[in-house]
């Protein structure tokens, strides 16, 4: 079965970095997009960055030149680096797969 596992999260200052990792099992990986959401206390889920199977990337606007998503298909992992982290990036972040999600991982970032 599909199976998404997120870490790195964790509570940061802000300015600070994170790197998230989703490691995949179950599917072939290096065949389907994988996209990295968040959902921030009462506000809805909002992607944050997509990769393709050749390694195209998009962005939300919010994180354009701070986040960068990146994947390595030998150990079926898609990674998120957060670099200069604000308070409203705080969320629950969640690694997707077409109909499939982690279980997510809490970024808190304080001011």
């Known amino acids: 079965q599909v199976q998404l596992v997120e870490s790195g999260g964790g509570l940061v200052q802000s300015g600070g970095s994170l790197r998230l990792s989703c490691v995949a099992s179950?599917?072939?990986?290096?065949?389907?997009?994988m996209s990295w959401y968040r959902q921030a206390p009462g506000k809805e889920r909002e992607l944050v960055a997509g990769?393709?199977?050749?390694?195209?990337?998009n962005y939300a606007d919010s994180v354009k030149g701070r986040f960068t998503i990146s994947r390595y298909n030998a150990n079926n992992t898609v990674y998120l680096q957060m670099n200069s982290l604000k308070p409203d990036d705080t969320a629950v972040y969640y690694c997707?797969?077409?109909?499939?999600w982690g279980q997510g991982t809490q970024v808190t970032v304080s001011s």
């Open positions: 997707h797969r077409l109909t499939y």
């Open positions: 990769i393709s199977p050749n390694g195209g990337t």
């Open positions: 179950g599917f072939s990986f290096s065949a389907y997009r």
